[in-house]
Nanobody, 115 residues
Framework: QVQLVESGGGLVQAGGSLSLPCTASGIIASINTMGWYRQAPGKQRELVATFSSGGSTNYADSVKGRCTISRDNAKNTAYLQMNSLKPEDTAVYYC?????????WGQGTQVTVSS
């Protein structure tokens, strides 16, 4: 079992920045992919960014150039640095960990970007 704890959400003005850390605890597989997804009101959950244990990253087109995902494997922590935030980035952001075929989710953290 894996537990994911997110933090770092909040209210920020357009053009601002936020950093979202996510720490995993429990049984952590050596091969896994950590990432962030988000869900805005009335919309489906969507990918923001992922970072595999092999070092590969993947970003949604909507955040490319504005967001950076990183990992500290020693701390089992993934970080999402978001810059140049836009009102359309407002959503609940969920940490995700994929270990083999098992999906784990955090409880989510609210990010609100005011115009």
């Amino acid at each position: 079992q894996v537990q994911l704890v997110e933090s770092g959400g909040g209210l920020v003005q357009a053009g601002g920045s936020l950093s979202l850390p996510c720490t995993a605890s429990g049984i952590i597989a050596s091969i896994n992919t950590m990432g962030w997804y988000r869900q805005a009101p009335g919309k489906q959950r969507e990918l923001v960014a992922t970072f595999s244990s092999g070092g590969s990253t993947n970003y949604a087109d909507s955040v490319k150039g504005r967001c950076t995902i990183s990992r500290d494997n020693a701390k089992n922590t993934a970080y999402l640095q978001m810059n140049s935030l836009k009102p359309e980035d407002t959503a609940v952001y969920y940490c995700h960990d994929l270990q083999l075929w098992l999906h784990y989710w955090g409880q989510g953290t609210q990010v609100t970007v005011s115009s």
